[in-house]
T-cell receptor, first 114, second 110 residues
Framework: SAVISQKPSRDICQRGTSLTIQCQVD?????MFWYRQQPGQSLTLIAT?????????ESGFVIDKFPISRPNLTFSTLTVSNMSPEDSSIYLC???????????FGQGTRLTVV | EDKVVQSPLSLVVHEGDTVTLNCSYE??????LLWYKQEKKAPTFLFML????IEKKSGRLSSILDKKELFSILNITATQTGDSAIYLC??????????FGEGTQLTVNP
């Protein structure tokens, strides 16, 4: 399976600011996803990052709040914009190959908004 | 809407005990079911199940899928304190996206 390097691993940010999280995969993957895991909860899919086009967002998530880029098959970024304390969460990127394979995850970013 | 339900939500056992974690699902166009272990932030992959009745095994962990009854179980025998973690079940359906259950928080006490 591929390895995803995600950074930063953690950050403490002021409300109203923005943070960009990066994920670099060591091999090409067909699909990349961004998840949020709020304290005590399971993983919620934010969006599917599409190479060279706009991401596909899940219900309750919008591009203005969570802009995503995926310029190639090995790299993606998620920005959390105009942050509030409610955005405090773990953010995870994930990749899957073309066939019915398992999804693998980056190390996660623990975001605290104060 | 795809749905994955795990039970129990939390479990406390003593070292050496055997545990069974459950995962049931309702999804359209099922493709596979995956189990993950989450200790800190990143979930680590345990098993992927696509066919009914075929047990997957890795050391003290094993898992099986029942596509007729729409559930899977994860067994851990002779538990150790290092098994303490959140165990996540996820289902891959149409569109290749994963839908996760709420997870089972397992605590193994010495």
């Amino acid at each position: 399976s591929a390895v995803i390097s995600q950074k930063p691993s953690r950050d403490i940010c002021q409300r109203g600011t923005s943070l960009t999280i990066q994920c670099q995969v060591d091999s090409q993957v067909t699909m990349m996803f961004w998840y949020r895991q709020q304290p005590g909860q399971s993983l919620t899919l934010i969006a599917t990052a599409n190479q060279g086009s706009e991401a596909t967002y899940e219900s309750g998530f919008v591009i203005d709040k969570f802009p995503i880029s995926r310029p190639n098959l090995t790299f993606s970024t998620l920005t959390v914009s105009n942050m509030s304390p409610e955005d405090s969460s773990i953010y995870l990127c994930s990749g899957r190959g073309q066939r019915n394979t398992e999804a693998f995850f980056g190390q996660g970013t623990r975001l605290t908004v104060v | 809407e795809d749905k994955v339900v795990q039970s129990p939500l939390s479990l406390v056992v003593h070292e050496g005990d055997t545990v069974t974690l459950n995962c049931s699902y309702e999804v359209t166009n099922f493709r596979s079911l995956l189990w993950y272990k989450q200790e800190k932030k990143a979930p680590t992959f345990l098993f992927m199940l696509t066919s009914s009745g075929i047990e997957k095994k890795s050391g003290r962990l094993s898992s099986i899928l029942d596509k007729k009854e729409l559930f899977s179980i994860l067994n851990i025998t002779a538990t150790q304190t290092g098994d303490s973690a959140i165990y996540l079940c996820a289902v891959v359906a149409s569109g290749s996206r994963l839908t996760f259950g709420e997870g089972t928080q397992l605590t193994v006490n010495p």
